[in-house]
């Protein structure tokens, strides 16, 4: 059982906005970077946040990240069919002393 | 930009071992943090381990210590991810990413590979 909460699941029409949490601890979340993936079916996950705000180049600006306290939060607006995903928060954890991965938001875009 | 390009899909008996392996192109082995990230059917990511090229140090999460082993090949600059003693809960596809240095975020990622484990 992953220690960074994710809803398993999420859903909005085409053009709205949906947000995604992940709730971590003092550990990972209070005191890291997070980052962000996108994982289409069949496919490798793919970066669309890092440093808990920033976007690679080439990620539309529709997505955002934001952090605060122990929470972190993925927005996506101007929702689209091809936005339909698995989404995945990800920070280093010091008790581990390496990453971890939140359990992954499937968002359908109705 | 780094590509990642895995080795092909592997079949394996329980008890068996098997080596994958992850070839970077775009930058040299030395330079990156690769790192081991695994997927069962259906399930989410879970981080195996990763080398940490500037500390010359190779950290396993406690899940898989003893029965995984990676290696770096810097001649042909090729990662490789050894797992033995296989059993069926191994069967996922299993990903190498570069892990940025400061932000901690896994930026370039593996086609994936995937080892069936099966009698």
């Known amino acids: 059982q992953s220690v960074l909460t994710q809803p398993p699941s999420a859903s909005e029409t085409p053009g709205q906005r949906v947000t995604i949490s992940c709730s971590g601890g003092s550990s990972n979340i209070a005191n890291n970077y997070v980052s962000w993936y996108q994982q289409l079916p069949g496919t490798a996950p793919k970066i669309l946040i890092y440093?808990?705000?920033q976007r690679p180049s080439g990620v539309p600006d529709r997505f955002s990240g934001s952090k605060s306290g122990i929470s972190a939060s993925l927005a996506i607006s101007g929702l689209r069919s091809e936005d339909e995903a698995t989404y995945y928060c990800a920070v280093w954890d010091d008790s581990l002393s390496g990453p971890l991965f939140g359990g992954g938001t499937m968002l359908t875009v109705l | 930009q780094v590509q990642l390009v895995q080795s092909g899909a592997e079949v394996r008996k329980p008890g068996a071992s098997v080596t994958i392996s992850c070839k970077v192109s775009?930058?040299?082995?030395?330079?990156?943090?690769i790192n081991w990230v695994r997927q069962a059917p259906g399930k989410g990511l879970e981080w195996m381990g990763g080398s940490d090229p500037e500390v010359d140090e190779t950290t396993y999460t406690q899940k898989f210590q003893g029965r995984v082993t990676m290696t770096a090949d810097t001649t042909t600059n090729t990662a490789y991810m050894a797992l033995s003693t296989l059993r069926s809960d191994d069967t996922a596809v299993y990903y190498c990413a570069t892990l940025s240095d400061g932000d901690f975020a896994f930026d370039s990622w593996g086609q994936g590979t995937l080892i069936s484990v099966s009698s």
């Open positions: 775009g930058f040299t082995l030395s330079e990156l943090f």
């Open positions: 440093r808990n705000d």
